[in-house]
């Protein structure tokens, strides 16, 4: 039973367990324990205001335990992935919540390959937190009082840009009229720079962080604002970012959403017409859309579900030897070209598709039916096996002897956030809502907050 990592990181209220300043300091000296004696850690973060101090208590913690830390400052998740990966550091730690509000954040590990950690190598580091915080608090342990940051290695920055801009050799925009809302996170250090550099109109909104205004009604989770600017905008199509822009969601020229199952279908289509598109396969997950598994089947494309969590579906490509998997939340993998999810890649590769077809991004889903699908959110007040309470059982049950042939019924709790979510795809609207309800109104009567 993990204690510490969710299914991305550790991840709390700031300044609570597991992100209090002991823990923090803790986390620091096991990861240095576990990387061995003078390990050479990249770490970065994102824009809340409590990344300073977690980022100085970590390095403490990292310095405690004889490893040393380089700072790259405010940046995105998929660049310290790179930068670790690129330079040989033997970790690369990343302080952000992702889509979370300000209030939260977290810590993000990725191994010297560049890749996040498998289950068993965090279990492993949990293990060792709990014995340093068993070692007593001593002098340090609640993490030193005043601890300055060092100064950030600018230069971290631009590396990773000239490694977007390689990755899709002769991008650009074609003069076409651009809307990119930075969700005031991380793109925000980066998107403007990067986009400023290729031929057309780009407009940037949501790059002004102040510490709390992260995901602050924009970003990937409220991919309607986007969608609503580049209508309003007569632009050709927009991108946003969740915090640490490793997940995009984009919006075509009539100002319509398009998640990462679509943006997967893109890619996958084109993979396949250039012959890239290893043994015409596409890994998804669980809240995968059916009607996008149709569509992929029409192209002559096959779908492999992999559970919720971008970590797991790159396991499953591994296991498959597939070139191109995601989450219909805008996760998306390209792992010939980087070791984990990548907002700014995917809005790149989405552009160079537009550019080399000549349709729209509009044109290029309009086949794309997906059928109808709700995911309700319950605030939770602990997480335990829906199967111990008989009447979420029970409404669980009973939605899926009704859609057993003609939809899909999946009840997961986030990796992330104490919510139980539920999700139901169904051809009937009617189904899919009176189920949802039913099943969202018992866990919220048996474990809501």
């Known amino acids: 039973m993990r204690k510490y990592f969710g299914t991305d990181g550790i991840r709390a209220v700031a300044g609570e367990a597991p992100l209090d300043k002991r823990t923090i300091f803790a986390v620091g000296v096991a990861l240095a324990r576990k990387l061995g004696a003078g390990a050479h850690v990249v770490l970065g973060m994102d824009t809340r205001e409590s990344g300073e101090w977690i980022a100085a208590t970590l390095i403490a913690g990292l310095s405690e335990g004889g490893a040393t830390a380089e700072f790259a400052g405010v940046i995105t998740t998929p660049a310290i992935a790179f930068l670790a990966r690129k330079h040989g550091y033997a970790a690369g730690v990343v302080i952000s919540a992702s889509h979370n509000p300000w209030q939260d954040n977290g810590i993000k590990i990725f191994g010297g390959d560049g890749y996040k950690l498998p289950d068993a190598v965090e279990l492993g580091i949990e293990a060792e937190i709990d014995a340093v915080l068993a070692e007593g608090p ?6 030193p009082e005043g601890t300055a940051l060092p100064e950030a290695n600018e230069a971290f920055r631009r590396e990773y840009i000239e490694f977007l801009l390689a990755a899709v050799p002769g991008i650009s925009l074609d003069n076409k009229h651009v809307v990119i809302d930075c969700a005031n996170g991380a793109a925000s250090a980066v998107a403007p720079q990067l986009f400023v ?3 057309g109109t780009v407009d940037v909104t949501h790059a002004s962080p102040d510490g709390r205004n992260i995901n602050e009604n924009c970003g990937a989770t409220k991919p309607h604002i986007v969608a609503a600017e580049v209508k309003e905008r007569g632009a050709s199509v927009g991108f946003t970012f969740d915090g640490d822009a490793d997940r995009a969601m984009f919006a075509d020229e009539h100002g319509n959403v398009i998640n ?69 939340s805008g996760h998306i993998l390209f792992p010939a070209l980087a070791t984990t999810g990548d907002g700014l890649m995917s809005a790149l590769l989405v552009l160079d598709v537009v550019h080399r077809s000549g349709k729209t991004l509009g044109e290029l889903v309009a086949d794309l039916k997906n059928f109808p699908q709700v995911i309700v959110n319950v605030k939770v007040r602990e997480k335990k096996p829906l199967e111990g309470f008989p009447k979420i059982a029970a409404a669980i049950a009973a939605a899926e002897e009704e859609l057993k042939d003609s939809g899909r019924v999946v009840i997961r709790y986030s990796g992330t956030e104490a919510l139980a979510r539920v999700m139901i ?20 009567a048996e474990l809501g907050v």
């Open 197 to 199: 550099e290729l031929k």
């Open 425 to 444: 795809e169904a051809e009937s609207e009617e189904a899919m809502q009176r189920h949802s309800k039913a099943i969202a109104d018992e866990i919220r």
């Open 138 to 143: 001593g002098a340090r342990a609640q993490g």
């Open 260 to 328: 990462g199952d679509a943006v997967m279908l893109v890619c996958a289509r084109d993979l396949k017409a250039r012959g890239l598109l290893k043994h015409d396969l596409v890994v998804a997950t669980t809240m995968s859309n059916m009607g996008f598994e149709a569509a992929l089947k029409r192209s002559g494309i096959g779908m492999l579900r992999a559970p919720v969590g971008d970590k797991y579906v790159l396991e499953e490509m591994q296991k498959n030897d597939a070139s191109l998997g995601g989450e219909q």
